[in-house]
């Protein structure tokens, strides 16, 4: 869980080495590549079945530089082989550049790839890229006149039928859907509204859920809902209830994973009562920071990782939130300046795709924090940096 949670941008050598000392085998989302693509016709025709074979199956993740094991027959294990790690290559930007160049040219639909140059002590580097089990599948090569449908079996990659493409296009559409729905329905909740604190709902639910049922006996969700961390709140035991397992926390903020792999955050933002005294509205109002909303869906990512791969779930998923206020409010972002006044309303942000889970989400729902963050007048979020880097807490519990 410790490669996938990270961008690729923060591994580090030990990182590798680790997944190396392991014995981490190539499977269904992992593939070891000794040197990287050749340039030639071959060698590009080759990266982007191998790049499209991920999108079409579950996502996975290809990692040059690391060479495999060989049998006694000189066959590849699947297994690492930390013998000699890296690739030497003098411009490993323009690599990378150019295998994002060879995917916006030839694959459709568009496919997110996140890609990084790991640099070893060696003066070597390792190659990562991550393919994303993609929303939009079936993706498809153009390449030399010919058109692929690749996808991936195990260790090995092989070429759609006619049958399975259309399989997979029906299904990740009738999956999207129920999903979305299941989402949307879960953030239209204003049931038990605190009388002062704007409440944030915020739901999570994995797009490619077995049917949509969860073992909700299983040692290991109990255990990862148990130790979920969030702002504010320390361990608290889990409740089985005709709504799924669940947990009360102080101020009633409520965490439930439910049957249909939903998990639903239903947290009273931290907030106080002030007098307003301005054109739009003079009397009583609440004032709260609107970065706790960052940082309870920063923890809900981290923490729901741990709950949704606990579960046997995988990404992609998608993320929606909603604001409710009763009061007139403040959204304050220092504590020098009052802030701007709004009237009680309900905010609704646009469901958020995410193709994957924890930090290595970070980039990507810094698009819906910054979203909210402009609600309320500021240009984005304060939490992240310019390249989409979390810059907040990584504790609650410090």
Request: charged share 25%; glycine share 8%; net charge negative.
């Amino acid at each position: 869980m410790a490669f996938e949670d990270k961008n690729l941008a923060s591994l580090t050598e030990d990182d590798i080495r680790t997944l190396v000392a392991t014995g981490r085998r190539e499977g269904p989302t992992l593939e070891y590549k000794s040197e990287l693509y050749e340039t030639g016709d071959r060698g590009n025709r080759e990266f982007l079945l191998d790049v499209c074979m991920f999108a079409n199956a579950s996502g996975g993740t290809i990692l040059i530089g690391i060479p495999e094991m060989r049998d006694a027959q000189e066959r590849a294990t699947g297994a690492p082989d930390d013998a000699e790690l890296g690739v030497d290559c003098p411009n490993p930007e323009q690599v990378l550049l150019g295998y994002e160049t060879r995917i916006l040219e030839a694959i459709d639909e568009r496919l997110p790839v996140e890609m990084a140059a790991i640099n070893l002590a060696n003066g070597r580097h390792i190659f990562a890229i991550r393919i994303p089990n993609s929303l939009a599948k079936p993706h498809r090569v153009r390449y030399q006149k010919h058109t692929y449908f690749p996808s991936r079996r195990e260790r090995h990659r092989y070429e759609l039928d006619a049958r399975e493409i259309k399989d997979i296009a029906m299904r990740t559409a009738s999956q999207s859907e129920r999903a979305e729905a299941i989402v949307a329905s879960a953030i239209n909740d204003p049931i038990n509204m605190d009388p002062n604190a704007p409440v944030l709902i915020a739901a999570l639910v994995p797009v490619f859920s077995n049917n949509f049922i969860v073992d909700l006996k299983l040692q290991a969700v109990f255990d990862a809902l148990m130790t979920f961390a969030l702002p504010g709140e320390g361990s608290v035991i889990p409740r089985y209830s005709v709504d799924g397992l669940q947990r009360i926390g102080p101020r009633n903020l409520t965490l439930r994973f439910a049957h249909n792999g939903l998990l639903k955050l239903r947290a009273p933002i931290a907030s106080r009562m002030v007098q307003i005294d301005t054109p739009i509205h003079r009397g009583a109002g609440t004032r709260f920071y609107p970065t706790a909303i960052d940082l309870f869906l920063r923890a809900l990512l981290v923490g729901g990782a741990n709950v949704i791969e606990a579960a046997g779930l995988t990404p992609p998923a998608l993320l929606g939130v909603s604001l409710w206020t009763r009061h007139p409010y403040v959204a304050a972002h220092d504590d020098e300046n009052l802030g701007t006044v709004f009237p009680g309303a309900t905010h609704k942000f646009p469901i958020l795709p995410l193709t994957t889970l924890g930090r290595s989400a970070d980039s990507q729902v810094r698009q819906l924090c910054d979203l909210i963050h402009q609600t309320f007048g500021l240009s984005g979020s304060p939490l992240f940096t310019m390249d989409g880097k979390w810059q907040g807490r990584e504790s609650w519990r410090e």
